[in-house]
């Protein structure tokens, strides 16, 4: 549920803050006068208005007893409004409140609740009748293990073959990290108050939070903004932020000279198909010139795949790799170079040559690898020129050694960034691009894209992004999150029309320039 201006919505939605950052701002709203009493009423009836519409819907499973978790603070208190208001809507409520100490607002709540005669369970196992529960234990800011009694509590709600709807973030899930403390409610759907918390744009929160949607209650702008800043250190990548910097539409009079030149240098006779996908990623992004560098034994393949591209035969290895670039070919003609797939790890000859020039540069698969065995990450804060890493988190880990756990995958990236001077893509179910200063999260994709060739294709399509952006000084970061989003918005179409299992790498090229891609209405 979105309430508001398309300006105002498209702000909202791009902000991911941590615990920190929400009290802040909810501090600042209280310190101007709003009564929290007020702010709990409009958020927890939003919330109920959200929920009674959704079991409104028609459905096999018709939702007629509600089982509500009260947590001691205003998350419960939340619960209590919802319960009052869905026990006016005629739905039989019962609550459970696994703690009796509760905070003086919430606990005038419960005293209401209690007069209008609304059921309270005494025991977990009383609500195992119920056809929804609503999950109200813990909202943001909860950095305690999840014990005892309390445990018990949610994993017998979690054995319950039954829908679960959290208020805020489900109980248990750190706001930062994603993190499962002890244990943690695992919802069907997650109401995320206010602002998105960035727990929902880490990878280890996926599973716990459901489908997950923002409740705007109208927090006013130049309170997120003087905590925030007007522009997010956080951002979460929207359809509308990604298609308004796409590089489109062209300009009429614009010719292929106008349209980048990206250089590819990738491919092996082992691993002929990487560079083939790669290209075809690369076509997608419209660049307007394309040169492949490849072994000289494939360079037919690649001129058979993709005829439009200047296909560079090189010197190969004993293995069929690619030895050293030829002589004759000089880096500094082209807006990017994009290397690694498929090159396996025989030399790292053409990587030595490519980070010594002045040309962006995208590096991924074995050119991640390669830079691993020169031990050189540090150098690159050192280059004329972007360096934009993709590692998944296996090559994330060879990169970056010392940075231990992959956990918090936002602050981790971050400090990845700052480390090694370049713009940061890991992979994962949520990509994060973090530079030094800032990082955003792709909050959208599909499991489908978890294919051998994926990232192949996203390196194709971000070099060629990369090679038009250059010619127009945009910065290599915001490249690297419209390519993200374009990658991931191509599979989730490819899985709508042909089920997660059926996407595989050569695929998802097919629908990176489906006309629907770019349509968000």
């Not at 501090?27 to 109920?48: D, H, N, T």
């Not at 750190?174 to 998105?196: K, M, N």
Request: include cysteine.
């Amino acid at each position: 549920m979105i309430l508001g201006t398309p300006d105002r919505t498209e702000q909202i939605q791009q902000f991911a803050v941590t615990a920190e950052q929400m009290q802040a701002i909810e501090s600042r709203i209280f310190e101007a006068g709003m009564p929290a009493a007020s702010l709990m009423e409009k958020a927890a009836g939003l919330v109920a208005r959200r929920i009674v519409e959704i079991l409104s819907s028609p459905s096999d499973r018709p939702v007629r007893v509600v089982g509500i978790l009260v947590g001691p603070g205003h998350n419960g208190g939340d619960a209590l409004v919802l319960a009052r208001e869905l026990f006016f809507q005629g739905y039989r409520v019962v609550l459970f409140s696994p703690i009796s100490k509760r905070k003086d607002l919430t606990d005038a709540h419960a005293q209401y609740v209690a007069s209008l005669g609304i059921e309270s369970a005494e025991a977990i196992a009383s609500l195992g009748h119920c056809d929804l529960i609503v999950d109200g234990m813990f909202g943001f800011g909860q950095t305690r293990p999840i014990e005892g009694e309390l445990a018990e509590v949610i994993e017998t709600v979690n054995s319950w073959n039954r829908p679960v709807f959290s208020i805020d973030i489900p109980s248990g899930i750190h706001t930062d990290t994603g993190e499962v403390l002890g244990t943690a409610i695992r919802a069907t759907r997650t109401f995320c108050l206010g602002l998105w918390k960035r727990a929902f744009l880490q990878d280890s929160a996926l599973e716990w939070v459901g489908s997950a949607e923002l409740v705007d209650f109208d927090i006013p702008l130049p309170d997120i903004h003087a905590v925030l800043g007007s522009s997010p250190q956080c951002r979460r990548i929207t359809p509308g932020f990604a298609i308004a910097h796409l590089p489109i539409p062209r300009h009429p009079a614009t010719h292929k000279y106008k349209q980048g030149h990206l250089l590819i240098v990738a491919g092996s006779s082992r691993y002929t198909g990487a560079a083939v996908l790669c290209g075809l990623g690369a076509r997608s992004s419209g660049v307007g010139m394309l040169s492949i560098a490849v072994p000289e034994s494939i360079k037919p393949l690649l001129s058979a795949q993709l005829p439009e591209a200047l296909i560079i035969g090189c010197p190969e290895t004993e293995d069929g790799a690619i030895a050293s670039l030829p002589e004759e070919l000089d880096l500094s003609r082209y807006d990017a170079i994009a290397c690694g797939p498929g090159l396996t790890s025989a030399s790292s000859s053409p990587l030595e040559a490519i980070l010594g020039c002045d040309r962006p540069v995208v590096l991924d698969a074995d050119g991640l690898n390669q830079l691993a065995q020169l031990g050189t990450i540090s150098t690159l804060s050192g280059r004329r020129a972007p360096t934009l890493l993709t590692p998944h988190p296996g090559e994330f880990k060879r990169l970056f050694p010392d940075l231990g756990d992959l956990g918090n995958r936002i602050a981790v990236t971050q400090e990845a960034a700052r480390l090694s001077g370049a713009v940061v893509l890991l992979k994962g179910a949520r990509v994060c691009i973090a530079t030094p200063e800032t990082v955003a999260v792709n909050p959208e994709s599909t499991p489908a894209l978890a294919r051998g060739g994926s990232g192949d294709v996203l390196t194709g399509l971000l070099g060629g992004l990369l090679a038009i952006g250059a010619l127009r000084d945009s910065p290599p970061e915001l490249t690297a999150q419209i390519a993200v989003w374009w990658h991931a918005r191509a599979g989730i179409l490819a899985a709508r029309d042909r089920t997660e299992l059926g996407v595989d790498a050569f695929t998802l090229t097919q629908y990176l320039t489906s006309k629907e891609l770019f349509d968000i209405s």
